[in-house]
């Protein structure tokens, strides 16, 4: 089985700042909305997965803040006319035939890794759909990520690029069950976790290829060639510690949806009749041609009141809507 898992909220804000000023009749933002669906739907197209899921940050771990209460602190508020959007994509993914998956205070990455995890240990393949650096870490013979952007493609006419562990070393300049190693060093502005002053990526592999590991790096400080790096090192011990744990992914939660009910199956008439409300007349049409061609074809007429919901997802209350009512 192949299985897909989105990192929602990544491709949420993506959507929002590449596609301006999108708009329906009554005004209404649905740029994020259009992004998302189309993003989505070419993904499935490329990949042909068996299996699939958006995952949504639902808060932070506790075990994090508590270890660095600024933990993400720095990240700006989410802009007024992406909320609604949110709202309205995270009930419009069952329709895709994708399962929506949230955990109070928990993280789409370690979601993503509990995922990843378990269904390596079936033999599935899996692909993340994904820019977070913390999840390359994940990344072996059996789990890679897709990536669109143009310094990941091997060819100017290449769609899509799936990294493996090579491109994850090129990439990174170590392996990427070092990866965790690397940002134990250098930290995340991203996420608003402190790295070693004056080390960077490049010096980070370095030192570890030199060593072999990280643990290595810190038992052996003498070792260290430069001694302003070693010092740096010396006076960071509890810092790096403390960075290893943040950026440890929580690879054995409990499976919040069994995947064997995440295999992908659009609902056509409703995800229409929610295209129709967005007013998406191009993406609708596409849509309607695609569900004509499947063994059950969409009814002539859309429902008047689609239900946004889905048994095997964890979607927020609140999940109807009249065609016409799009927020």
């Known amino acids: 089985m192949r299985l897909l898992l989105i990192d929602g909220h990544y491709y949420v804000y993506r959507s929002f700042y590449a596609i301006r000023e999108l708009t329906n009749s009554r005004g209404e933002p649905t740029n994020a909305i259009y992004g998302f669906v189309k993003t989505v739907r070419k993904m499935i197209k490329d990949l042909a997965p068996d299996l699939g899921a958006v995952l949504w940050d639902e808060g932070l771990p506790k075990r994090r803040t508590e270890l660095q209460p600024a933990y993400k602190a720095t990240r700006t508020e989410m802009?007024?006319?992406?909320?609604?959007?949110?709202?309205?994509?995270?009930?419009?993914?069952?329709?895709?035939?994708?399962?929506?998956?949230?955990?109070?205070?928990?993280?789409?990455?370690?979601?993503?890794?509990?995922?990843?995890?378990?269904?390596?240990?079936?033999?599935?393949?899996?692909?993340?759909?994904?820019?977070?650096?913390?999840?390359?870490?994940?990344?072996?013979?059996?789990?890679?990520?897709?990536?669109?952007?143009?310094?990941?493609?091997?060819?100017?006419?290449?769609?899509?690029?799936?990294?493996?562990?090579?491109?994850?070393l090129a990439k990174w300049g170590v392996p990427p069950q070092k990866i965790g190693e690397v940002l134990a060093l250098i930290g995340d502005t991203a996420d608003n976790i402190p790295g070693v002053g004056g080390i960077g990526q490049k010096t980070a592999a370095t030192l570890i290829n030199e060593h072999g590991s990280l643990d290595s790096v810190l038992a052996n400080?003498?070792?260290?060639?430069?001694?302003?790096?070693?010092?740096?090192?010396?006076?960071?011990?509890?810092?790096?510690e403390q960075n290893r744990e943040m950026v440890r992914l929580d690879t054995d939660l409990a499976l919040p949806v069994p995947m064997e009910e995440m295999r992908i199956a659009p609902r056509w008439p409703e995800l229409i009749a929610a295209l129709e409300a967005c007013e998406f007349k191009g993406l609708t049409a596409d849509v309607r041609k695609e569900a004509s061609a499947c063994a059950t074809p969409p009814p002539a007429t859309p429902p008047q009141e689609p239900v946004i919901s889905n048994s095997n997802a964890l979607a927020p209350k609140g999940t109807a809507f009249q065609q016409g009512e799009l927020f």
């Not at 400080?221 to 790096?240: G, H, M, Q, T």
């Open 79 to 168: 802009p007024q006319p992406m909320r609604p959007q949110l709202d309205f994509i995270r009930k419009l993914t069952p329709l895709l035939g994708l399962a929506s998956i949230g955990v109070e205070d928990t993280e789409a990455d370690d979601l993503i890794a509990a995922y990843a995890t378990a269904a390596a240990a079936r033999g599935d393949e899996v692909i993340l759909a994904t820019n977070d650096k913390d999840l390359f870490q994940l990344v072996d013979e059996r789990c890679r990520v897709y990536s669109t952007n143009k310094t990941d493609l091997s060819a100017p006419g290449d769609a899509f690029a799936l990294l493996g562990p090579g491109q994850v």
């Open 221 to 240: 400080l003498d070792s260290v060639k430069s001694e302003r790096i070693r010092e740096k090192l010396r006076a960071a011990i509890p810092l790096i």
